[in-house]
Structure formats: structure tokens, C-alpha cells
């Protein structure tokens, strides 16, 4: 029986005038009607503390002996527990340690400020922040987010942990990249050790010639290629004459009235190799 129907009944058997009067039968009929509509104390204690216990099983909320607790504090559990994961902070990512508690596939925050260890670039910024994932039983993973602010140099790096026992086994940091130079001429550094550069240069129609200097010299140079613009009537080409790890020469020519000339023109170049 609902609210409405106890009130509706109550006010049938408690009715109000001067000769009337309360019946043992209807008394009776309203108290049963009122005990069929309460649930058994046992069965709702039992179901109570099965749901109050299950539901803050993971939230970290302590639960009376006998399961119960009142909405407003599960409520306020729920609302604290939303979107939160655990905070940890590194002062030495060398010797770091990650929490073996954390189940497989999970992370939690860290943040971290002039620690020893941190991602070295060429601009090193001192605040890196981001996630710590338990990839396996022994494997975590580092994803690091820089303060830096400057383009020219990596905005992440991660770094893979292995740990045996009481033994931790860093890997080194991987970026993205390894540095970048935006500029003209620029050039990128991938962790794999590839370096890719790039410039462009104006031959002088003197000779036709010019020497490039690489930004950065190769270990090991494997490709270079020019190409020259187009004016969409005459024959134009460049070619390198000279190519070394630090620089090469390359000389511009354009085809006039049957024969090739030395070209004043911009030629842009671009240059594959190793940076270690």
C-alpha cells in the first residue's frame, strides 16, 4: 500500500464527527494495512548493506557494521570520487618506483618540478606533469607533458619501467622528436636517429653556384635533393656538384636561346640522414 492510500484510509476509519467512533475492526484493517506497507526489517537491513556495500566497494567509504549509511553520504562519496584519479609527485624519475597497488590498465596522475632525471632537451623545462599506466605485472609507463612553451623543442617524452621485486629498470626517455628548428633552414631529430633538413638558397647568376651549410652536421648523409622553381616558360634545373656531411654545392642553370646559362634563382633543398 502506497502513501496515498494510508492517508486515504486513515481518513475513512478516524473520521470525524460528533457520534461516531473508532471500531476495533476498522482499527484493526488500518494497523494491518500500515505493517503490509513497511518492508520486513531483516529483508531491507540484508538488501541494504548488499547494495551500501557493493556500491562503495572501490570508493574508499567506510560502511557502518550493519551495511547502512544515509544517501547524503553516499552522495557526497560519489560526488568527491567523480573524475578523480590519485595524485602522486616525483622528485627523481631515476629512481622512481611505481605503485605496485595499481591494477593492470590503470594510471593516475604525477607531477614533478626540477627532478632529477626529467626529460633532458635542449630547452629543458622544469615542470613536467601527466600519467603513470601499469601496462602489465611489471611494465608501467610514463607519458610526460612539459611547461616549456617553446616550439622549438619536444612537448612529451614517455619512459618505460620494469619492476622485478624491489628492482626498478628505467628505460631512456623517448620523445616525438628530439629537437625541432622550425626556421628556414630547419631541420627535425627523430629518437630513431633519423635527421631530416631543409633550407632554400638563392644562386647568384654570376656562377650559379652556391654552398650550403648544413644547420646541424650528419653522422651518416644518405639522400639530398634540390628542386628549382618553375616560371612556366623557360627550362631551368639544378644540380649538386659537391656533397659532404656538414654542407654541399650546388650550382642553378636555365636554358637561353640554345644553350644553358647560369640562373639566379631560389632553389630549395632538403637532406636525409643520421644524427647518431
Known sequence: MNKEALIQQSNDTFFD???????????RAFNEALIEAIPDPGIATALLAGLVKS????????VAAGGTMSVNGLADALDKKQGTIPLMTITNFDTFKPDTSMTVGSSCFFKSTNATGKPDIAATASTWVGFITRINTTEYRILAMSNSGVGTSPQMATRHYYVSGANVFPSQWQFSCEELNMSQPGFVKFPSGLLLQWGVVTTPSSTGMSTIIFPLSFTTIYSANLQQSYDGATARLAYIRTLSESQMTIKAQFWNNGSWANSANPIYWIAIGTWK
Open 17 to 27: 464527527n460528533d457520534t461516531g467512533e473508532i471500531t476495533a475492526a476498522g482499527h
Open 55 to 62: 556500491t562503495t566497494a572501490n570508493l574508499g567509504v567506510a
